[in-house]
T-cell receptor, first 119, second 111 residues
Framework: DAGVIQSPRHEVTEMGQEVTLRCKPI?????LFWYRQTMMRGLELLIY????????DSGMPEDRFSAKMPNASFSTLKIQPSEPRDSAVYFC?????????????????FGEGSWLTVV | QKEVEQNSGPLSVPEGAIASLNCTYS??????FFWYRQYSGKSPELIMF????GDKEDGRFTAQLNKASQYVSLLIRDSQPSDSATYLC???????????FGTGTKLQVIP
């Protein structure tokens, strides 16, 4: 059973270039999350989707960042133009909706991450 | 105040000892709580989740939840060098199940 698939795994790009990160969630999962991880700030939630609809994008750092989920099996995170401070690991994660004894709970499954370096 | 707070560590314990990792949170409406383990250069992986007050045990791991005091903890018994990793606390809040992570506690188990 395939997990969350992210591409590219590693990318090095020059400042000012456009970066597009891609994610294929686990089939049947209805929530998708984009996280950014750095040593200084830890794992930050950028945006999450529920049933392909963006629910909360308050974590998106600025207008240079955008995310889309055109269908249940694909999402992109785009940075345009990229800056050196965007260098980080970007994780995509997905989860099913589970209700446990009346309490909503789910398990997030992470992709292997996209390691971005902007020089 | 951060939504989820953890001591960044590192927390060093000798092999065979009990490691205790703590996490506090600010949103009383938080519903479910998770502990993830992340090895260096890898993605986080789920260890266990808890949503009721009290203790939940799974092998060498015990999660403890106290909603009144707004803290969650993870105990690792008989710590092994392979347990050396960063442990992330996470919680779910809101009707759309927003999942928020703490910054993690680095655990070092000394042989």
């Amino acid at each position: 059973d395939a997990g969350v698939i992210q591409s590219p795994r590693h990318e090095v790009t020059e400042m000012g270039q456009e970066v597009t990160l891609r994610c294929k969630p686990i089939s049947g999962h209805n929530s998708l999350f984009w996280y950014r991880q750095t040593m200084m700030r830890g794992l930050e939630l950028l945006i999450y989707f529920n049933n392909n609809v963006p629910i909360d994008d308050s974590g998106m750092p600025e207008d240079r960042f955008s995310a889309k989920m055109p269908n249940a099996s694909f999402s992109t995170l785009k940075i345009q133009p990229s800056e050196p401070r965007d260098s980080a690991v970007y994780f995509c994660a997905s989860s099913p909706r589970v209700v446990l004894e009346g309490v909503s709970g789910n398990t997030i499954y992470f992709g292997e991450g996209s390691w971005l370096t902007v020089v | 105040q951060k939504e989820v707070e953890q001591n960044s560590g590192p927390l060093s314990v000798p092999e065979g000892a009990i490691a205790s990792l703590n996490c506090t949170y600010s949103d009383r409406g938080s519903q479910s709580f998770f502990w993830y383990r992340q090895y260096s250069g890898k993605s986080p992986e789920l260890i266990m989740f808890i949503y009721s007050n009290g203790d939940k045990e799974d092998g060498r791991f015990t999660a403890q939840l106290n909603k009144a005091s707004q803290y969650v903890s993870l105990l690792i018994r008989d710590s092994q060098p392979s347990d050396s990793a960063t442990y992330l606390c996470a919680l779910i809040s809101g009707g759309y199940q927003k999942v928020t992570f703490g910054t993690g506690t680095k655990l070092q188990v000394i042989p």
